[in-house]
């Protein structure tokens, strides 16, 4: 029996379709929709919820995983998590230090944020899970979708590398991208958003669902609404020399007030200063560029003079690969070729040079203004670890800022920052800055329990946060400083500071290591080892280990020192030491803010 349009409710199409279908219904299938559709409409109504809502649990069910040494992927892991639970997402988050590997094979879509750290390597958090998906043990994963955003600096040789070793590593598993891999360099926000877009209309295109919210974050009322691209301009209230007459350095500390910004912040956390260059530097370059400074550019959609580019826009004082290949289009100069086609001569030739030495030494170019700024990227914003609390300052923070001072090819350089800070900044002028949020670098969350914290030269700036946050809480919980520069008399970076703190018991006890006042140079991790039955005994009760400082050499040592440690007075393999380590670091009782 076939439905007519005539004498019947439905139109010609709806009459097709239905005598398409009922044809092919079993006795079970009719017997189910005479029901369904003799039921009330407000019966029908919740059926079809409740299979639109099951529909969209199977199908948008997304894990983020993150690998964050500062930071910056935790919080751009935290704003997508919140943007796709607006759209009726099911999201995962994760530090990859507390996901368990073996649960990859569990994953439909995952999202790895990930930065690089140092020379090409895996942040703390994402070590274990590195070595995991690159070993035999990885699991084929053949029905995982993934999308990897990358964070990096450009002016480093390996960059983005961790997260273009990720990407590879999951194709080779078997794995489909979502969408291709972002590289975002410092200045990473207007990137990092894109791939988010990207992904999420391709997660959403499988419900026909569009995008409803923004990846913003609403600013919750007390929040600051100042932001790296919004930054609040701070006036200098003090600018100390902590160095002693006859040091070889100067360390700056530089107080700032924060009154009006409603910035908030905790003991780790550092704050970004944009900083300009220099604008002797700046009218040397245009003189042997021969541009007129007055000549308008555009610059990240912005029309602005030549010299405002140069100055307040772009960065003209780190040479890295990539910014000598763009140059080359533009010289002929054969010693140039011959530069970049050595691995290790462009590198020698880099170190310590700016962008004027590069002008200097291989001209002449072909270049205009536009095509000359076209090649430059932003300058980055300068991180400085906050050294006040704000429980007890709170119009206020405090840096501990090293002025970096060279001499290079005959040419006195400066530090772009501290630099400025140091010869240019006076009291009462501002400072654009901003507040970087580091939750990897957080006092404990039980307050009696013992922190051993470890720095060298201006590394010790959040320990003098951390104990003033302590001492403002009344906190009695064990605190044991070692800290290292290079003499005691001219280098002891707040000495009254850690007396007054050790007289009140506020600091448990202190060792120093002056590296050139003995014949012998000593360091932070030889006092390590001098003391490494106690350092043991306080890990024992539950110490968390930080370091802060160079990573190259003094944080390297130092994780060294602390596994030798840790296997002799503990009596443990190798093997067992290395995993005693990576416990702490999942427990959080190993954390390191290192550059």
């Known amino acids: 029996m076939k439905l007519q349009v005539i004498n019947s409710p439905f139109n010609e199409e709806q009459v097709k379709l239905l005598n398409e279908l009922l044809p092919k219904l079993t006795g079970d299938q009719r017997i189910w929709l005479n029901g369904y559709l003799s039921a ?12 639109t809502s099951t529909v969209k649990t199977i199908t948008q069910t997304v894990t983020i995983l993150y690998g964050s040494q500062t930071g910056n992927s935790q919080g751009l892991a935290e704003k997508y998590a919140s943007a796709l639970k607006n759209n009726d997402v099911d999201v995962t988050i994760s530090s990859l230090t507390k996901f368990k590997p073996n649960n990859l094979k ?6 790895l944020i990930i930065s690089t750290h140092g020379e090409g390597d895996p942040p703390d958090q994402a070590i274990q899970f590195y070595d995991f998906l690159h070993s035999k043990r990885a699991p084929k994963l053949e029905n995982l979708h993934y999308s990897v955003l990358a964070l990096g600096d450009s002016s480093y040789e390996f960059f983005c590398k961790t997260g273009k070793d990720f990407d590879e590593q999951f194709a080779k598993l078997g794995a489909i991208r979502i969408v291709p891999r972002t590289d975002c360099d410092v200045d990473y926000d207007d990137a990092a958003a894109q791939w988010f877009s990207a992904v999420q209309q391709k997660l959403l295109q499988q419900t026909n669902l569009a995008v409803t919210s923004s990846t913003q974050n609403p600013i919750a009322q007390g929040d600051s609404t100042y932001s790296r691209k919004n930054p609040f301009y701070a006036e200098v209230l003090e600018s100390i020399n902590l160095n002693g007459r006859g040091s070889n350095k100067e360390t700056r500390h530089i107080e700032l007030s924060i009154e009006g910004s409603n910035f908030h912040f905790e003991p780790g956390d550092s704050v970004g200063i944009l900083p300009e260059n220099d604008d002797k530097l700046v009218d040397a370059l245009l003189t042997v560029l021969q541009f007129n400074a007055q000549t308008e550019v555009n610059v990240f959609e912005e029309s602005l003079p030549l010299k ?14 990539p910014l000598l290949q763009k140059i080359a289009s533009y010289t002929e100069h054969k010693d140039f070729t011959k530069l970049l086609e050595d691995a290790n001569a462009w590198k020698d030739y880099a170190k310590g040079r700016d962008l004027l030495d590069v002008v200097e030494d291989f001209a002449p170019f072909t270049w205009d203004a536009q095509q000359f700024v076209d090649l430059l990227r932003k300058i980055p914003a300068r991180l400085y670890s906050i050294a ?3 429980k007890a300052n709170n119009d206020e923070v405090h840096l501990t800022i090293g002025k970096v001072s060279y001499e290079t090819n005959g040419r006195q350089r400066l530090g772009v920052c501290s630099g400025s800070v140091a010869e240019r900044i006076q009291i009462g002028d501002t400072l654009p800055i901003y507040v970087h949020k580091n939750p990897n670098f957080r006092l404990p969350e039980h307050e009696d329990t013992p922190i051993i914290m470890i720095g060298a030269g201006t590394g010790v700036a959040p320990y003098r946060a951390f104990l003033e946050e302590r001492e403002e809480l009344g906190i009695e919980g064990k605190a044991w400083l070692i800290f290292g520069d290079q003499h005691f008399v001219t280098d002891f970076l707040y000495q009254t500071d850690w007396q007054r703190w050790l007289a009140s018991g506020t600091l448990t006890q202190m060792h120093v290591a002056f590296s050139r006042d003995t014949d012998k140079k000593i360091y932070v991790q030889h006092k390590i080892e001098e003391n490494a039955a106690s350092f043991y005994e306080w890990l024992e009760q539950g110490a968390v280990i930080y370091v802060c400082g160079d990573e190259k050499s003094m944080a390297a040592d130092v994780d060294a020192i602390i596994h030798r440690v840790i296997e002799q007075q503990g009596q443990k393999t190798p093997e067992e030491a290395k995993a005693f380590v990576n416990e702490l670091k999942q427990q959080n009782r190993y954390q390191r803010d290192v550059y």
């Open 40 to 51: 009330p409409q407000a019966t029908i109504d919740a059926i079809v919820e409740e299979a």
């Open 106 to 111: 569990k994953v439909t879509n995952l999202l």
């Open 308 to 321: 405002n580019a140069l100055q307040k826009r772009l960065e003209i004082t780190v040479l890295s690969k």
């Open 388 to 390: 006040s609390s704000q």
